[in-house]
């Protein structure tokens, strides 16, 4: 069964922000927590998701995952396209185990009105540069990778509720996450290790592949290889759909 996620996105606007919101409370972005969607979990299925928001090539991670076979969805953004032609050519020679989705064209926030911002970032200043970020990150993966992406993650991956419903008008369905392995590759490999430990069947996982001076891949490698052990399938958003949830967890 497929899932087209606009409405529990929408909901779960309602619950996060509290029932009977008023309408400005709305507009409070937030993040979307999702994990592989229940009928889809054979128990032990797990997806990883690498964002390449701006910035270099992890090839270390890369080539940790090809060595291991490791399938892994990752957002790229199109200025991180044109940058890293190199790890372009990587990813493109390995898409039996990579399936490149939507990260924006320029790696702005979903948030929409003038002088608003997530974590510091300046979002869109109208609905018209949210499309365009969305539908020329859009452009470019279809352009340079040659296969048109369904999912869509923007920057900070924070969305306010118009960005939402535009996002689903434009026919992308909007990948969350439940559990974030390194904070932006921010954490430490100890600490991306630790993360890790809690994974469970239906987790989707969040990290980084842009930064590869960060403990990101060494972390991941450790962590990534003990859940390998202990018998978790990772699978593509390609390949599974995902439900909204509750943010429990790291
Ligand atoms: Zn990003």
Redesign the pocket.
């Known amino acids: 069964m497929k899932y087209f996620l606009i409405a529990p996105w929408l909901a779960l606007f309602g619950l996060l922000c509290g029932a009977g919101a008023q309408a400005q409370n709305l507009d409070k972005p937030v993040e979307i927590h999702d994990r592989i969607a229940a009928d889809e979990v054979k128990n032990s299925r797990v997806a990883l998701t690498l ?1 390449a ?1 701006s910035g270099k090539f992890d090839d270390r991670l890369i080539d940790f995952l090809i060595r291991n076979r490791i399938p892994a969805t990752l ?1 790229a953004t199109k200025r991180w396209l044109d940058k890293n032609p190199e790890g372009v050519a990587i990813i493109k020679a390995h898409l039996d185990l990579f399936d490149v989705e939507d ?1 924006g064209e320029n ?1 702005i926030p979903a948030v929409i009105g003038a002088g608003r911002t997530v974590y510091g970032i300046p979002g869109e200043p109208d609905i018209l540069h949210l499309r365009r970020e969305v539908s020329e990150g859009a452009r470019a993966i279809t352009q340079i990778i040659g296969v048109a992406p369904h999912w869509y993650r923007a ?2 991956a924070e969305y306010d509720a118009q960005s939402v419903g535009e996002i689903g008008k434009l026919g992308y369905k909007i990948a969350g996450f439940s559990v974030n392995a390194d904070v932006g590759a921010t954490l430490h490999r100890a600490a991306i290790e630790e993360r890790l430990k809690h994974v469970r069947g239906g987790d989707v996982i969040i990290a980084h592949m842009n930064k590869p001076a960060s403990d990101t891949a060494s972390g991941l490698s450790q962590g990534l290889l003990a859940l390998l052990q202990r018998g978790l399938i990772f699978v593509r958003l390609d390949q599974v759909d995902l439900q909204v949830v509750p943010a429990t967890r790291p």
Do not use: K
């Open positions: 964002d928001c957002f990260h790696h920057a900070t």
